[in-house]
């Protein structure tokens, strides 16, 4: 489906379950590839993404046997991957690249990952000046900026790193690559970003240490396999999230939510613009806290400052938390996002664009935006950029838009989120 067409939607009934988490789902196929012995992971998120790491590491020589209800992974330890056939095909998964590059690089063999056309754009620097430092044998196209990358893995040496900018992907790939140096690695952020590879680490056997900012892992200790749940990814829940608290007489329940920490700064956000938003039923799964989030709509919405120590938490949903923008009264205004112009699409100036389209004043900033609420939003054609968050942040902004708005480039929707439309429709039936 390349393009769907939406209208002004009445309310939002109903109880409903997100996707399972995303980067999560990322996580556990990677360390549970690196591992000795089985693993199983149950609430696999089987989106394109996910899926191209599941892909990867059947290239590399791991047993993985997909049952539908769960993954079963057979590993052979953190040394038990070899060299694969062909080039790595990543698809559009930046985590699959980035992430992957610190595993390959500790392993003594050749490899090549490429992506597709988007991820081909996606700057990759960032993630081989750190492990260049470690020792690595890594190379880019363009200078080292883009994918394809090329690696000739060989043994790592622990280092210190102060991370110019917060990046769960960039810190993940160091930690990856510190199971296998010499000595203890250790990384310093300059804001939180999200923490599910800190946290999965110790599950399977390693050596880790949080401290705050800082975060510290010991090289040479080998993996276990282990079991892992998957909890419903945050950032699938929050389009409804904030379809529900627009849309006057809304009600409705999502369940099974992770609610890290690191990834829930839109709640934050929206209660500080007087949304009603209940966290029920708390509780641990496989290490990660998780909820079932109930959301009311009606209330006023008042407008608000993001600021760069607020973004790393919110970063994913920066799109929808812009949507909600348009219907807070007064001026909001986000800052020290420029990190947003090298997702799948350039997101600050696809918002930009699109809502201006729809009727909204916004203005446009090197590092982020501002947008004039309370708007009337009108009907028409809008553009996704094949980013997957800018088509379904539109498809929650035309249930509250006069008119018929058509979304193009919806295909994407599935890099995260297939059934997206389908259970959009259910709610508003």
């Known amino acids: 489906m390349e393009r769907i067409e939406l209208k002004k939607a009445e309310r939002l009934r109903g109880e409903i379950s997100p996707p399972p988490d995303k980067s999560i789902s990322h996580r556990a196929v990677i360390l549970s590839s690196i591992s000795k012995g089985r693993s199983v992971i149950r609430n696999f998120l089987r989106a394109e993404d996910p899926v191209s790491t599941i892909n990867a590491f059947r290239a590399l020589g791991v047993d993985i046997d997909d049952r539908g209800s769960e993954i079963i992974i057979n590993g052979n330890g953190i040394h038990g991957i070899r060299e694969p056939n062909d080039v790595i095909d990543c698809g559009n998964s930046g985590t699959t690249i980035r992430l992957l ?8 063999f050749f490899s090549v990952l490429t992506g597709d056309k988007s991820l081909r754009s996606r700057p990759m620097y960032r993630i081989i000046n750190p492990l260049r430092l470690m020792g690595a044998d890594i190379m880019a196209r363009a200078e080292d900026r883009y994918p394809p990358v090329a690696i000739k893995g060989r043994r790592l040496k622990a280092i210190k790193y102060d991370m110019p900018i917060a990046s769960a992907q960039v810190k993940s790939s160091i930690l990856l690559a510190g199971l296998y140096a010499d000595g203890e690695t ?9 923490d599910h590879t800190e946290r999965m680490l110790p599950a399977f056997g390693a050596e880790i240490k949080v401290d705050g900012l800082n975060v510290k ?5 080998e993996l276990r396999g282990r079991e892992i749940d998957v909890p419903g ?3 699938s ?15 409705i329940t999502i369940k099974g939510v992770g609610i890290n920490p690191t990834r829930t700064g839109l709640i934050n956000a929206l209660k500080a613009m007087g949304a009603e ?16 989030i109930h959301c009311r709509g009606g209330a006023a919405l008042k407008a608000i400052s993001i ?12 799109p929808i938390l812009c949507i909600a923008a348009t219907q807070a009264n007064g001026i909001t205004t986000i800052r020290g996002a420029e990190e947003l112009r090298l997702k799948e699409s350039d997101r600050i100036k696809a918002m930009t664009m699109e809502l201006r389209k729809m009727g909204v004043e916004i203005e446009e900033f090197s590092d982020g935006l501002s947008i004039r609420g309370k708007a009337d939003l009108r009907g028409t054609t809008v553009e996704s950029y094949g980013d997957h968050r800018i088509a379904m942040a539109f498809s929650i902004a035309a249930l509250v838009a006069d008119g018929v708005t058509t979304i193009n480039g919806v295909s994407s929707v599935n890099i995260s989120f297939p059934g997206f439309f389908e259970i959009l429709r259910g709610l508003t039936a």
């Open 233 to 235: 990814d945050f950032s």
């Open 101 to 108: 590059s610190g595993v390959l690089s500790g392993n003594p």
């Open 217 to 221: 892992i010991k090289g040479g200790t």
């Open 186 to 194: 250790e990384i310093t952020e300059p804001a939180k970003s999200r």
């Open 277 to 292: 938003i209940e966290l029920l039923n708390i509780r641990d799964v496989s290490g990660e806290p998780v909820a079932d």
């Open 307 to 318: 600021s760069r120590e607020e973004l790393p938490s919110l970063i994913d949903e920066f």
């Open 237 to 251: 829940a929050a389009f409804f999230i904030v379809a529900a608290l627009l849309i006057k007489d809304s009600d």
